[in-house]
């Protein structure tokens, strides 16, 4: 557990549990990010390669996605596009989608906006950069964005 875990940190890490598809092929780093997104209070279900990911993403409901951009057999932006198309002719909500990447950017930041990401993140993520981003775009169950 980080030691910079507030009393308030922990609490809120019981009490609040998102549902979490992390899309990495790097198991190690699949392993960390797992680890650093139970400690934000998520509940992390990790993901092998792109086409893993959709199939989890197709499968349950996730409140949040962090997708790798470069994986095996489907990149993220190819994953981050069907499951935005799915999503449209679903007429559901958009799902935040966090871009995961080594790239640090304008560049790569843009085009990730372009392609439907709603946040980015270069790794390797820190449990606080995950705990802001989960503040900033989950919301609680039975609540809608306004």
Known sequence: MDNDMDRADIRDARTCRYRVLLAEDCESSRLAMEMCLRHAGCEPHGARNGRQALEFFVSS???MVLMDLEMPDMDGHEVTACIRAM???????????????????PAHRETCRQNGFDGYMVKPATTDAIRRMVAALCRPSGTTAS
């Open 87 to 105: 999503e449209r002719e679903r007429r559901l909500p958009p799902t935040p989608i966090i871009a995961l990447t080594a790239h640090d950017d």
């Open 61 to 63: 409901p996730f409140d």
